[in-house]
């Protein structure tokens, strides 16, 4: 049986300056963080806060791996034209936003095909019934699931053998993905009990927390900022500049009210939540201090507040995205050698696997 290679122990930081419990991990599992972002749209702010700023975070804390999951993407129909552009820009937005690919394994989910057989022998150990209940595949599909991609049905043990494939740990994600974790979680449990493999797969965390892990729309307070919603408005995108920027948000709902003076005053105003988290996620200050500063103010003083600090904060992203962008051979070098990176973390831990499963 092929040995697993332990991996290297990542230097902790003292406790006091450590964010996560790492307590009640088994000492087999080393810490290790995974997570990606499709490649099928133009990254927005939701994006932004809810995943890259945790990305930059934990690169100093953990070994990270950072995935962008084209496989995930062709689960519902893309152009080939555009697919390797797509998955150019994302791996941009990861460098412009602050990931060091000498720090964090930056790789193409298409270029390590592991993922791929993981995904099967996890088609194997998911239930129907598990998948029957995931609410983003019905969020997708809608009533038309007749004629949804079978990929799409089986996206989310996709991503369960994406995270498992390194063993990882812990998983940066917005509050979106929590249900995909718990699935995660969920093979990882049952392919350990059938197996006879105990704590062979961690049981990973989500690292959904954070003032950004749920940014909505800007055209409805209760509907999340997304990729794949049709109106450009409801999204601030990464590439947007300043003035689109401004314009979007002058444009942006709100309600007639002055802003009130504590957080409670937010309740049953979803808009006004929504700009004043955004506010808090981007300066940094919480929701009561911004209040605190704005209470009374109406939206007319808000809203050019908010423009300029979005501005401040995405246009220095936004140029290093385009400097980038305009380089592809690098982004395809540096992508390559993460490939080969992961790889290499990943094939001990497969071999394993299948052995385990009784191939020869
Ligand atoms: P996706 O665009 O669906 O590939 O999502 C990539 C990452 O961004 C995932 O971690 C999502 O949970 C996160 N994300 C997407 N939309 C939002 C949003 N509106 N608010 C916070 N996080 C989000
Ligand atoms: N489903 C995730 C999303 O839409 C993307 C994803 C695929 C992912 N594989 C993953 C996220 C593994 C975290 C870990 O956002």
């Known amino acids: 049986m092929v040995r697993l290679t332990p991996t290297p ?6 406790p006091h300056q450590r964010p996560l419990d790492m307590t009640d991990l088994p000492i087999a599992h080393v810490p290790r963080v995974f997570s990606g972002v499709q490649p ?7 994006n932004y806060l809810g995943a890259l700023v945790k990305f930059v975070d934990l690169q100093h804390r953990m070994e990270c791996l ?4 084209d496989l995930h993407a062709i689960t519902q129909p893309q152009d080939p034209r555009l697919l390797a552009a797509q998955t150019r820009e994302i791996a941009a937005a990861y460098f412009a936003a602050g990931v060091d690919p ?4 930056v790789f193409a989910q298409s270029a390590v095909p592991e993922h791929v057989e993981l995904a099967w022998i996890f088609n194997c150990v998911a239930r129907l019934g598990w998948l029957d209940r995931m609410t983003q595949f019905k969020e997708k599909t809608g009533k038309n699931k007749e004629r949804a991609s079978v990929g799409l049905y089986t996206y989310p043990v996709l991503q369960a053998a994406d995270i498992l494939l390194y063993r990882a740990t812990h998983v940066p994600v917005g509050e979106d993905q929590k249900q995909h974790l718990e699935l995660t979680r969920d093979i990882a449990a049952k392919f350990n009990h059938d197996f006879g493999a105990d704590g062979f797969f961690p049981l990973p965390e989500a690292l959904i927390e954070g003032p950004g892990a749920r940014v909505m729309s800007l055209r409805d307070g209760r509907a999340k900022m997304s990729k794949s919603d049709p109106s450009d408005q409801s999204r601030i995108n990464l590439l947007d500049d300043a003035d689109t920027i401004a314009q979007k ?14 957080p409670e005053g937010l309740a049953e105003r979803p808009e006004a939540e929504n700009l004043i988290g955004l506010y808090s996620a981007l ?3 919480s929701v009561a201090q911004v209040l605190k500063r704005f209470a009374g103010q109406g939206f007319g003083v808000f809203k050019p507040a908010l423009a300029d600090l979005m ?16 380089d592809p051979a690098e982004i395809d ?5 993460g490939a080969e990176r992961a790889r290499e973390l990943a094939a001990p831990i497969l071999a394993e696997t299948k052995a385990r499963v009784g191939f020869l």
């Open 66 to 69: 950072y995935c962008v999951v």
């Open 9 to 14: 122990q990542v230097p902790l930081l003292p």
């Open 311 to 326: 501005v401040e904060k995405l246009a220095p992203i936004t140029k290093r995205m385009r400097d980038l962008m305009s």
């Open 333 to 337: 070098c540096i992508l390559a050698k």
């Open 40 to 46: 099928s749209g133009a990254l927005h702010l939701g």
């Open 283 to 285: 300066s940094g200050e």
């Open 249 to 262: 948000v002058r444009r942006a709902r709100t309600d007639p009210a002055p802003l009130p003076e504590a």
């Open 102 to 105: 000498e720090r964090a394994i």
